[in-house]
């Protein structure tokens, strides 16, 4: 959807019950035809829109696409989210921020898609972004701390995508899992991607990239086991706009904290209610190897820390954690096979 169809969105949406095809083509300086064929493509993104040949158009019912004028009600945040970019598809919304970033688009600025063909996970993995139902979206940020504390960002993003999954699914029971995770049932329904343009002492930005699988009623066949979505899970719809500006609220919310704070100090209680991994038996894996032992919460720079079957108290700063299965209780047979 190109900027002409939101401006021609725009006006529908202040037009009142009818708005005539020529006083939208005059206002937006384009032919009776052309604001046809933008309502066409409207209605094709699921607003209702009726037409009457002597009134014009008027718009009824919005579609649940997270379009900046969808999204703007929702906002109540002075940066996050004041200018956002809607694409269709793109390859990856944070590639596509990147880009806007040396443009010279400032902190706060989001970039939100339908679809990506390219979505980007951690260390080259994919995230299946599949169009018509979810969240796929890059918030620019321009924090001025030290390189050493970018990674705690994730899990600033992390509290966020909980608060605004709380806010706008309250029946949904979702867990936070080290470092980027968000899980319903033990399935992962969202992941945070952070990534840096940094030096030595200085951050030129980050961004923040966040996948919400939300209204999708399948789930691609090779993620079935690890993965779900708001909609399996809740059993019915979620507002995409909705839920795009709950999250940027407590996004903006929780990293003005983080940057007076100075740590993760003032998310740690939240972090660790909320956490899927709090007293679980868990082997951690990173370039240095896997450690097994059980999970004790989180640090304020943001490490994780593992007890190991020896009482030591181990610091992870990055890497995979998968949760073990609890231990055989006794009497309780072997398993067969
Ligand atoms: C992540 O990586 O979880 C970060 C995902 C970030 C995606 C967003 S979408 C908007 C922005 N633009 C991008 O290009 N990316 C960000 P990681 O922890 O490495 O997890 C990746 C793994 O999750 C994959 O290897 C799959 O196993 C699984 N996965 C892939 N797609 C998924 C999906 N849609 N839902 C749940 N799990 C998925």
Redesign the pocket.
Known sequence: MNETTEHVLELLRGGGEYLSGEEIGRKLGISRSAVWKHVRELKEAGYGIVSSPKKGYGLRAAANVPLAAEVAPHLKTLTLGRRIEYYDEV?????AAGDLARQGAVGGAVIV?DA?S??????G?????PAGN?L???VLLTPNVEPARVPQLALVAAVAVHEGLAECCPDIAAQIKWP??ILVGG???????CEASLEADRVHRVIL???I?VNGTR??PA?RA??TTLRIAGGREVSRPALLGAVLNHLEARYEGWLQDGSLAGLIVYFEKHSALDDKPVAAENLSGVVRGTARGITPAGELLIETPGGELLHLLAG?VHLLPLCRTEGTPPPVG
């Open positions: 390859d990856s919304t944070n590639r898609a990506q390219a979505g980007r996970g951690r260390m993995r994919r995230w299946e972004s979810n796929y979206f890059s980027n995770d399935r992962k329904v969202a992941g945070i991607l990239g966040i996948g699988n789930v691609p993620l690890i993965a995979d």
